[in-house]
């Protein structure tokens, strides 16, 4: 009599926090998206690409409306002509569609004519525009991606928006925002000549007419402000935080808000301002908490121990320490366990 084999449940994949703004910006591609719209959508892992498909069904599902009806196309082959099989898929769908191109990096990569399907691509883009009166979004791993920018350079010029899913590493999520905030690292008297190149590159983004620049101009503000703060320089750094707050919100890069907000924390707890800390932090951490960003969690812990301290909460203090102390750990990151310890300390004497 045999035994049945355990049940394995797979365990859902965790994006990071690259991936969900990726995510988000697909969203608001395919919603903005009007006639045809081409998206190039860069990605090396299958499995990462399922997910990014059935999260975004569940969306359109759970009550986004807004969003196309999603139809997802494998590639039929090299027998097949593409522009004609695209067409030929586009017949009798809604008004407003998408439909997603996967699979055809195997027959591109062949040494036997493979570059010809691009080539394909890139002289049939009229008809493929006029038969498909939708969003033609098409998945590609990077090296493929690379020959069509070179193979087929003008269908790549026509592109509305390109994207970029990779595997989630904490490790690397810890290294990002690390450089992201390497204002902290820089010796104190390079600060004013940061302030200075900061305020240039802010004005300079203010006149830029580019939508695409807002995210930079987001992020060049989160520095100015963490530089002010290290100046000591604390309504400056709140203004232009509280800036970067904003236009993080506009373009829904949750990461960078609660980055920003975490900051204003910040600056509240070095002001006394125990209500307005514990507040921002408190809208900071489930922000961290969803995108499954260990680091920035552990640091947000951290700041909140450092809080309850200042109010005098000891326990509450060692119970916040502990629970970064384990994030901390699992990534093995020097720089946060020395941070903790040396609270823990404070803590004990």
Not at 111 to 140: F, M, T, Y
Request: glycine share 6%; hydrophobic share 40%.
């Amino acid at each position: 009599m045999g035994v049945d084999s355990p049940t394995v449940e797979k365990r859902p994949l965790i994006l990071g926090p690259r991936n969900e703004e990726e995510l988000r910006a697909l969203i608001r591609a395919l919603a903005g998206a009007k006639g045809f719209t081409l998206l190039l959508i860069r990605c090396d892992d299958l499995r990462l690409r399922e997910e990014i498909t059935a999260r975004l069904r569940r969306r359109k599902h759970h009550g986004m409306a807004h969003l196309p009806e999603m139809v997802e196309l494998p590639y039929p082959g090299r027998h097949v002509r593409l522009h004609k099989f695209l067409a030929s898929s586009a017949k009798d769908l809604p008004s407003y569609s998408a439909l997603f191109l996967c699979g055809m990096e195997e027959a591109i990569r062949t040494d036997d004519g493979g570059l010809a399907i691009l080539h394909e691509l890139n002289l049939a883009r009229e008809l493929i525009k006029s038969s498909v009166p939708h969003v033609l979004a098409i998945w590609l791993p990077a090296d493929v991606m690379g020959l069509l920018v070179t193979e087929a350079p003008d269908l790549w010029a026509w592109r509305a928006a390109e994207l970029e899913f990779a595997p989630f590493s904490p490790h690397a999520v810890a290294e990002t925002r690390q450089e992201h905030r390497q204002t902290w690292e820089l010796p104190y008297d390079e600060l004013h000549t940061e302030v200075v190149r900061l305020q240039d590159l802010v004005q300079k983004l203010e006149r830029s007419q580019d939508r695409g620049d807002i995210s930079r101009l987001a992020g060049a503000l989160e520095r100015l402000g963490d530089s002010y703060a290290r100046l000591y320089e604390l309504t400056e750094a709140t203004q232009a935080l509280g800036r970067a707050l904003t236009f993080y919100r506009e373009i829904g890069a949750r990461l960078g808000e609660a980055n920003c907000i975490q900051s204003l924390g910040d600056i509240a707890l070095e002001r006394s301002d125990h209500a307005e800390a514990r507040r921002r932090y408190e809208e900071a951490l489930p922000i961290y908490e969803e995108f499954g960003d260990p680091y920035s969690m552990a640091v947000c812990l951290l700041a909140v121990a450092k809080l309850e301290q200042a109010m005098g909460h000891l326990d509450e203090a060692t119970i916040r320490l502990e629970a970064a102390q384990k994030l901390a750990e699992e990534l093995d990151h020097a720089g946060l366990l020395e941070a903790i310890e040396d609270l823990r300390a404070r803590l004990a004497s």
